[in-house]
């Protein structure tokens, strides 16, 4: 049989040249687990509670409880060695369940069905052990309600899923177009950070340095963060030409779509085009690029062992490269003209590592900028405000790393269809979104399969 295709290749903006890099997306190695007789459970909870006192909620709970399921597991694997049936029998139970959460999330107006096809072929790829579970609780016109009302939903509809579903140790995310950044919100609602923040006393250095490396890594939803994954995902904002394409560049509708978005799209449309709020208070997007008073934002992406984007690099009329991409315009290149080995509408991967920078800011030129895109639209007042916000969004987000894959579905029967086709909505004519499902099925068992806890930068 042949071998399988190298999964990563690293190309520059400028130069999509293939370099074989299937192993680009490594962190740390080495044992992440404590030995079982290092710590008693009694003294492990008291521990928790009194670092957290009165905020030890149901997150932390998960969170500790994975952490002793996994110290038990592998006390019942040395007690196997020495002829005890029962808890092998119990231990083979136990890994037949899956141990692995991931969270579908659709778009503006859409629902669990727009999965369904997408949703089959992750279940073939990936095994059972993962829980592919499709979010609900925003359907159709709920997704009007705003980014931060449909995350606070999404993180309510994980907690209750994690409450109700044992053995759960790992959660990835998948989101399509708005979904991404309804997920964004959802993961800082459900951010924990190091629920074992300290060593234990414990004299064998050994040990206490694996329970610290455990600490390094902080929850989301109690689990381990594995992958954080958009697809067409307008993590900079829609505007113009170039980010909303449909609009077809003239002028008096870019000139339009600001001050009516919010008539047809409600709360969402006027931070999508970063208009909400107050104009000496900046917009949502771009306090989701920090970590602020609402939310740590960077912190629970950085959770995460890899952060993924898909983004077409043409014929999506809803969503445009640079901000699913999240690139400035100097950094987009021509699309090349081939493809990955194995992914045929897949034409290159960049991985981009963490940037140190400031985080973003909201000057008082921002604030003047934003007052003027609200009362007085025109296309040189949206286009001057939102490449100030735009700026500020990318110096943000770039202080993580980042996996990006740019897609092209150009040769494709109906190309027209980016948008809906890199979710793979319908069997036909977007059949052709396959390769994506084998990329991003790939990507997640790669992560799932890496030893070692904790996130990547």
Known sequence: MASSPPLFYISSPRN?????????MTSSSGSCSPSPYSLSYANSLSLCHHRLGHNWNFMTFVGVRNFWKRLSLKAEVMSTAHGNLSSRTDMSNEEDKPNH?????????????????????LRKRLGKNFLIYVSSCNMYTKTFTG???????????????VKKTENLEKISFLAHSLGGLIARYAVAVLYTPNVFS???????????????????SALIAGLEAIAFITLATPHLGVRGNKQLPFLLGMQFLEKLAAPIAPIFT????????????KPNKPPL???????????????????????????NVSYDHMVGWRTSSIRRETELAEPPGHSLDG?????GIEECPPVVSENPQFPPGAAKAKEVAQNEPSTRNTIEYHEIMEEEMVRGLQQLGWIKVDVCFQTAFWPLFAHNTIQ?????????????VAHVADTIKQQDSSPCIGASS
């Open 16 to 24: 999509f040249r293939h370099r074989n890099a299937s192993s680009t």
């Open 101 to 121: 959460l991931l969270v579908l999330v659709h778009g503006i107006m859409g629902s669990p069905s727009d999965w369904t096809c997408f949703e089959a072929e």
């Open 147 to 161: 980014i931060d009302g449909a995350g606070k939903r999404l993180a309510d509809e994980v907690m209750e899923i």
């Open 198 to 216: 300290e060593r234990t006393g414990n004299t064998d250095s050994s040990i206490a340095s694996k329970l610290e490396t455990y600490s390094a």
């Open 266 to 277: 409600g709360h969402t449309g006027s931070q999508l085009f970063l208009t909400d709020g």
């Open 285 to 311: 997007l771009l306090r989701m690029a920090s970590d602020c008073d609402d939310g740590n934002f960077l912190s629970a992406l950085g959770t995460f062992k890899c952060r993924v984007v898909y983004a």
């Open 343 to 347: 992914y045929e509408h897949i034409v």
């Open 424 to 436: 793979m909505k319908n069997v036909w004519p977007q059949n052709v979104g396959l390769e994506v």
